[in-house]
């Protein structure tokens, strides 16, 4: 799926007589580097493990940042556009997003990780 979208891309480059960039990381090139992003964000108290999951603590964070700064949101508008995902009963808060989510054992893409054999959040892939 990933080099369909690669090459993709390249083509819609060439069309537009863009230059390549010289890197391209991807996420599933960096598993290590996201897992001890993870950690150190559990270190500081933004995160929090639940069943081999890992979610981002949206009001532990908000305490501390304005976590709305970019968007321009407050985190209390934030409830009402929550969308019903999978694992939502573990997160502490509707806002609360993963980091690192289990895997069940159909889940092709799995990596071995200190909270569960599992894959990041697609938040943390764009890190």
Same mark, same amino acid.
Do not use: A, M, W
């Given at each position: 799926v990933v080099q369909r979208y690669t090459v993709d891309f390249h083509d819609v480059l060439k069309n537009? *007589?863009?230059?390549?960039?010289?890197i391209e990381p991807t996420a599933t090139g960096h598993i290590v580097e996201q897992i001890e992003m993870i950690k150190e964000i559990i270190e500081k108290g933004f995160a929090y493990e639940v069943n081999g999951s890992v979610y981002f603590d949206v009001h532990e964070? *908000?305490?501390?940042? *304005?976590?709305?700064?970019?968007?321009?949101?407050?985190?209390? &508008?934030?409830?009402?556009?929550?969308?019903?995902? &999978?694992?939502?009963s573990d997160k502490k808060n509707p806002q609360d997003f993963a980091l690192w989510k289990k895997a069940d054992e159909r889940h092709i893409m799995r990596w071995p990780s200190p909270w569960s054999d599992g894959f990041p959040g697609w938040h943390l892939e764009c890190s």
């Open positions: 537009y *007589n863009f230059l390549p960039p010289s964070y *908000n305490k501390k940042e *304005n976590y709305g700064i970019l968007s321009g949101r407050k985190v209390e &508008d934030l409830i009402h556009n929550t969308r019903s995902l &999978d694992g939502q």
